[in-house]
DNA sequence: ACGACACGCAACTTAGCGGTTGCATATTGC
DNA sequence: GCAATATGCAACCGCTAAGTTGCGTGTCGT
């Protein structure tokens, strides 16, 4: 994820509280259906499984399809790529300020 | 930044395209005004100006009045407490991954 | 003082998001 | 087979965000 252009869908998959709450439930590894994400999050059903969509869509989560229920889990290597990107630029901005600040004391 | 709903913001910030290129152009830490960012993005001053505001409200970037011009610059310490939220997402996932392994090697 | 420059404010249009409701479908368990 | 469960699909409403256009204001240079 070198550009912008690649990064911003991820970002905008976390843009929403109610998808940074559904990616911490499911930080623990565990797969889990629908249902049981909708227990609690006090939204419908159909609500949590379009923001299940988004970040399906945003690759930041898998769907697969057992039985009756679609058991939606982590995939931590989009997580990663995001924080990359704003690695890249912090990293950027520290090496600014290095350069700046050994100017100032030449 | 240890709830989503306090990330949320700053994630909804950086879900833009134009947002993360204009991150990037403020990345080497010089203050720019907005003609100087607006120029090769394509899009009004306008458009730009209401960007920064967007960036600037979510404290992603600080904006100081300079005669006929207002400067605008980086403020990393906002990208690390994003950097800092996903971290925590990708550490528990890894211990979690690490329970995982020790339950099944046992 | 005057023109050019950099910007702010406000109104407007358009498109997309978050959310709900209603209905159809496949699966499980008895 | 049948009721309950878990889900998918589609239409619809309300709201905000993105972007443009037009106009007004302060500032710089000559």
Redesign the interface.
Known sequence: MRS??A??PV??A????TR??L??RL????PRPIVALATGSALTRQAVTKHLGVLSGAGLVTRRRAGRETLYA?R?ER??E??T???E??E???D??GR?KAHVEA
Chains 1, 2 share one sequence.
């Not at 930080?27 to 565990?30: H, P």
């Open positions: 912008a252009e990064a911003a970002f905008a976390l843009a929403d509280p940074l709450a990616l911490e930080a623990d590894g565990v982590l931590p997580v990663a995001a924080r990107w704003l690695d630029v912090a950027q901005w520290e600014a300020l700046l």
